[in-house]
């Protein structure tokens, strides 16, 4: 059995993927051609926003956003202390500050109460100056903007959404990546809508935003003339041949791939509710389910299910062991573990179990028929 099963989908989708690739190669336009240009334009209109400006990874995602929001020292960028290390070290790529804030122990995303006491923490100080938050959409759900807006727009705060996980969810009929300023997502494989190796998409309403991204994702160059380079960029390109794989795999994501991980989940739920904490999705929103994470009583538990789930051929994953806080890249902060209690609760306790749109319900049957036994 696998995690994700990224051969399934090939199988699936093999003819027009294997098609998409011959034709780039027989165009030899390997750099921004025709299908770059096409997916972009799908996957704004998918979205929601105006524009859609593809890159070569989601952490360049992330970065040249808050490039283009003129992001840099001095500034306090919030983001979750739950996530994976890019959603904060991109902030510190950029010279702002990292203020990671502790999660809903419920949904794994950002605590609103807990970003707003460190946004007044902040402020008190005097030390630096607020400038945007960065909410993670963790495991494909997104985070809670119908909170998160109001506060940033009482401190007068940018968002920029870090959808890396959370691509294809909605929050009232609305997608991610279209509740920030600026919305970012990856298609690393793994991803809920991943390529066949690196890249990554930013989104944005604004005209202005999306012309400097263009320039900065192609080392700030001017549209006028690629010898005028008006700022220093990045080398951050799509290839083709990845916009040509996510063609075919978006038009299935789209058309059923959400709703059949949807079901996946819905079976695990059943089958696993009155014995472990099952994934909570809040009325009116839709997870995209990057993860199937549940909560064990204790890490012993954790532990011990792992162990069983292994010896019977079944990959699990723990998602994360470690704060943000807790990373060696960031011990000179001396944050302590106080401060991030929903974050050490969920590093101790959180168990992923396989999950991708083309999992059958028997596979399902057998991962959690392991997990109760154990329990």
């Given at each position: 059995?696998?995690?994700?099963?990224?051969?399934?989908?090939?199988?699936?989708?093999?003819?027009?993927?294997?098609?998409?690739?011959?034709?780039?190669?027989?165009?030899?336009?390997?750099?921004?051609?025709?299908?770059?240009?096409?997916?972009?334009?799908?996957?704004?209109?998918?979205?929601?926003?105006?524009?859609?400006?593809?890159?070569?990874?989601?952490?360049?995602?992330?970065?040249?956003?808050?490039?283009?929001?003129?992001?840099?020292?001095?500034?306090?960028?919030?983001?979750?202390?739950?996530?994976?290390?890019?959603?904060?070290?991109?902030?510190?790529?950029?010279?702002?500050?990292?203020?990671?804030?502790?999660?809903?122990?419920?949904?794994?995303?950002?605590?609103?109460?807990?970003?707003?006491?460190?946004?007044?923490?902040?402020?008190?100080?005097?030390?630096?100056?607020?400038?945007?938050?960065?909410?993670?959409?963790?495991?494909?759900?997104?985070?809670?903007?119908?909170?998160?807006?109001?506060?940033?727009?009482?401190?007068?705060?940018?968002?920029?959404?870090?959808?890396?996980?959370?691509?294809?969810?909605?929050?009232?009929?609305?997608?991610?990546?279209?509740?920030?300023?600026?919305?970012?997502?990856?298609?690393?494989?793994?991803?809920?809508?991943?390529?066949?190796?690196?890249?990554?998409?930013?989104?944005?309403?604004?005209?202005?935003?999306?012309?400097?991204?263009?320039?900065?994702?192609?080392?700030?160059?001017?549209p006028e003339d690629k010898y005028d380079n008006r700022?220093?960029?990045?080398?951050?390109?799509?290839?083709?041949?990845?916009?040509?794989?996510?063609?075919?795999?978006?038009?299935?994501?789209?058309?059923?791939?959400?709703?059949?991980?949807?079901?996946?989940?819905?079976?695990?739920?059943?089958r696993l509710a009155d014995k472990v904490v099952t994934?909570?999705?809040?009325?009116?929103?839709?997870?995209?389910?990057?993860?199937?994470?549940?909560?064990?009583?204790?890490?012993?538990?954790?532990?011990?299910?792992?162990?069983?789930?292994?010896?019977?051929?079944?990959?699990?994953?723990?998602?994360?062991?470690?704060?943000?806080?807790?990373?060696?890249?960031?011990?000179?902060?001396?944050?302590g573990d106080d401060d991030y209690p929903n974050t050490?609760?969920?590093?101790?306790?959180?168990?992923?179990?396989?999950?991708?749109?083309?999992?059958?319900?028997?596979?399902?049957?057998?991962?959690?028929?392991?997990?109760?036994?154990?329990?």
């Open positions: 059995m696998q995690f994700r099963d990224l051969k399934a989908q090939y199988e699936a989708l093999k003819p027009e993927i294997d098609q998409g690739i011959q034709d780039v190669i027989n165009s030899t336009s390997f750099i921004l051609g025709k299908p770059v240009t096409e997916l972009e334009a799908k996957l704004a209109e998918y979205v929601g926003r105006k524009y859609c400006i593809a890159c070569a990874n989601g952490t360049d995602a992330l970065h040249l956003s808050l490039k283009a929001m003129n992001i840099g020292p001095g500034d306090a960028v919030f983001t979750s202390d739950f996530t994976y290390f890019a959603s904060a070290g991109c902030i510190s790529i950029v010279g702002a500050t990292p203020v990671l804030v502790d999660i809903d122990l419920r949904t794994f995303n950002m605590y609103p109460d807990a970003l707003e006491a460190q946004i007044q923490k902040v402020i008190r100080e005097g030390k630096l100056t607020p400038k945007a938050i960065i909410p993670v959409d963790l495991f494909g759900l997104p985070a809670d903007y119908t909170k998160i807006i109001p506060v940033a727009e009482k401190y007068g705060l940018k968002i920029l959404e870090d959808a890396a996980q959370g691509f294809g969810g909605m929050i009232n009929g609305k997608r991610t990546c279209s509740f920030g300023d600026i919305g970012a997502t990856s298609f690393f494989p793994a991803k809920p809508l991943g390529c066949y190796g690196d890249g990554g998409a930013i989104f944005t309403d604004d005209g202005a935003i999306d012309e400097r991204l263009r320039s900065l994702r192609a080392n700030g160059r001017s700022e220093v960029g990045f080398n951050s390109r799509l290839d083709t041949l990845q916009a040509a794989i996510l063609l075919p795999k978006f038009k299935a994501f789209a058309e059923h791939e959400v709703a059949d991980v949807n079901r996946v989940a819905a079976w695990y739920t059943e994934p909570y999705t809040p009325e009116g929103f839709l997870s995209s389910w990057a993860q199937y994470t549940i909560l064990l009583k204790t890490s012993e538990e954790r532990a011990k299910v792992q162990k069983a789930l292994k010896e019977h051929d079944v990959p699990s994953m723990i998602y994360y062991p470690r704060g943000i806080h807790q990373q060696g890249a960031y011990k000179d902060m001396h944050l050490i609760e969920a590093t101790k306790r959180v168990l992923s179990l396989p999950m991708h749109p083309y999992l059958k319900e028997a596979d399902v049957d057998y991962v959690a028929g392991i997990v109760r036994q154990c329990i």
